[in-house]
């Protein structure tokens, strides 16, 4: 990397969109991926819901950040790197920056492009000293070798904040982190957030707040559809469904139909009946303790465990096992 700012568009949703959609919405039990609600307008959505005070979530991670400060910051290795899978906005890499001269780079990593690029250009404005090489892609479809000429120079640190692990099935972590064990070696780190379990209603007034803001994330699915998939379907025909499965362990947020419904999707057909949803994330709720034995077995060691004064949320600091 040299002092600069970089963009690398990997183009990884434009023929994923259309095929997911198709093939999860003819399945019997109906499902889109979680990557499928961030368009630029889903991003935007996100954002809004970090603000909501039903959203525990990034208040409890930043919380931990300024508490934890000085910890973290002496725990990255010098001259490091930011990969971060997911970034989304500026704002909790820009703590990290407040926290740490250590870092010298950032590669944001993200498949909602106009909002990566956006963010990554508000933050090389604030800091021009950094490097930045921002990629739209998949996270979990990375080149490694692409990623190791990156940051070539620096000491790689995998931030993976928020509770996007917990959208992700077991499979895709336990290859997120196989690829995060390439990409660190044995020098670098992983600041990891984890979402803890807790009661119901904290949980459901979390992933269904009074303002409808998670409403209209959830259903930014069906007007990305229309945008983009020439579909021409009524959003209101479908109502925000938030679940807790407690079997599970996860919140799952479905898209209900009130109404039967029929569309096309070019030459497919998709039927869904009264009642019948469509399933577009999960949100994993993790213990500790379970979680860290985990990541015991696939070859990391927890160096260091955050709360926040709730204990709603875990932040950890991760190494390769020798
Ligand atoms: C829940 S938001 C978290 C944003 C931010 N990291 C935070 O902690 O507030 C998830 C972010 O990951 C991105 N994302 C979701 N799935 C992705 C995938 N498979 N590959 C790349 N980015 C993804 C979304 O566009 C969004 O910006």
């Not at 919405?25 to 959505?45: A, I």
């Not at 930045?132 to 000491?155: E, P, R, V, W």
């Not at 992700?168 to 803890?196: C, H, N, P, R, V």
């Given at each position: 990397?040299?002092?600069?700012?970089?963009?690398?568009?990997?183009?990884?949703?434009?023929?994923?969109?259309?095929?997911?959609?198709?093939?999860?919405?003819?399945?019997?039990?109906?499902?889109?991926?979680?990557?499928?609600l961030?368009?630029?307008?889903?991003?935007q959505?996100?954002?809004?819901?970090?603000?909501?005070?039903e959203?525990?979530?990034?208040?409890?991670?930043?919380e931990?950040?300024?508490?934890?400060?000085?910890h973290?910051?002496?725990?990255?290795?010098?001259?490091?790197?930011?990969?971060?899978?997911?970034?989304?906005?500026?704002?909790?890499?820009?703590?990290?920056?407040?926290?740490?001269?250590?870092?010298?780079?950032?590669?944001?990593?993200?498949?909602?492009?106009?909002?990566?690029?956006?963010?990554?250009?508000?933050?090389?404005?604030?800091?021009?000293?950094?490097?930045?090489h921002?990629?739209?892609a998949n996270?979990?479809?990375?080149?490694?070798?692409?990623?190791?000429?990156?940051i070539?120079g620096?000491?790689?640190?995998?931030?993976?904040?928020?509770?996007?692990?917990?959208?992700?099935?077991?499979?895709?972590?336990?290859?997120?982190l196989?690829?995060?064990?390439?990409?660190?070696?044995?020098?670098?780190k992983?600041?990891?957030?984890?979402?803890?379990?807790?009661?119901?209603?904290?949980?459901?007034?979390?992933?269904?707040?009074?303002?409808?803001?998670?409403?209209?994330?959830?259903?930014?699915?069906?007007?990305?559809?229309?945008?983009?998939l020439?579909?021409?379907?009524d959003?209101?025909?479908?109502?925000?469904?938030?679940?807790?499965?407690e079997?599970?362990?996860?919140?799952?947020?479905h898209?209900?139909?009130?109404?039967?419904?029929?569309?096309?999707?070019?030459?497919?057909?998709?039927?869904?009946?009264?009642?019948?949803?469509?399933?577009?994330?999960?949100?994993?709720?993790?213990?500790?303790?379970?979680?860290?034995?985990?990541?015991?077995?696939?070859?990391?060691?927890?160096?260091?465990?955050?709360?926040?004064?709730?204990?709603?949320?875990?932040?950890?600091?991760?190494?390769?096992?020798?």
């Amino acid at each position: 990397m040299k002092m600069s700012f970089d963009f690398t568009d990997l183009a990884p949703t434009t023929v994923s969109f259309r095929d997911d959609v198709i093939v999860g919405l003819t399945q019997q039990l109906k499902k889109t991926s979680p990557m499928h609600l961030y368009d630029e307008r889903g991003s935007q959505f996100f954002e809004q819901i970090c603000e909501l005070e039903e959203y525990y979530v990034t208040r409890a991670e930043m919380e931990i950040f300024d508490a934890a400060a000085l910890h973290i910051s002496e725990a990255l290795p010098s001259n490091c790197t930011i990969v971060e899978y997911g970034s989304g906005s500026d704002r909790k890499i820009s703590q990290l920056l407040k926290l740490s001269k250590r870092i010298k780079g950032y590669v944001p990593i993200d498949i909602s492009k106009t909002f990566l690029l956006k963010m990554s250009k508000k933050l090389w404005q604030n800091y021009p000293h950094l490097d930045i090489h921002a990629i739209c892609a998949n996270f979990l479809q990375l080149d490694t070798d692409h990623i190791a000429k990156i940051i070539d120079g620096y000491n790689p640190v995998v931030f993976f904040p928020g509770s996007s692990i917990g959208n992700l099935s077991a499979d895709e972590i336990t290859k997120l982190l196989m690829q995060t064990k390439k990409i660190i070696g044995g020098q670098g780190k992983m600041i990891l957030g984890i979402d803890l379990q807790k009661t119901e209603e904290v949980l459901l007034q979390a992933y269904d707040d009074s303002k409808g803001v998670t409403a209209l994330f959830n259903k930014n699915l069906i007007h990305r559809m229309n945008r983009e998939l020439q579909t021409n379907i009524d959003a209101n025909c479908f109502k925000h469904h938030a679940i807790y499965n407690e079997n599970k362990n996860r919140i799952e947020m479905h898209l209900k139909a009130l109404q039967d419904l029929h569309f096309w999707i070019g030459d497919y057909e998709i039927t869904l009946q009264k009642n019948e949803t469509i399933h577009t994330e999960s949100s994993q709720k993790y213990n500790v303790d379970d979680f860290s034995r985990f990541l015991n077995t696939v070859g990391f060691k927890v160096e260091s465990i955050f709360f926040d004064t709730k204990k709603y949320f875990v932040v950890l600091l991760l190494a390769l096992k020798k």
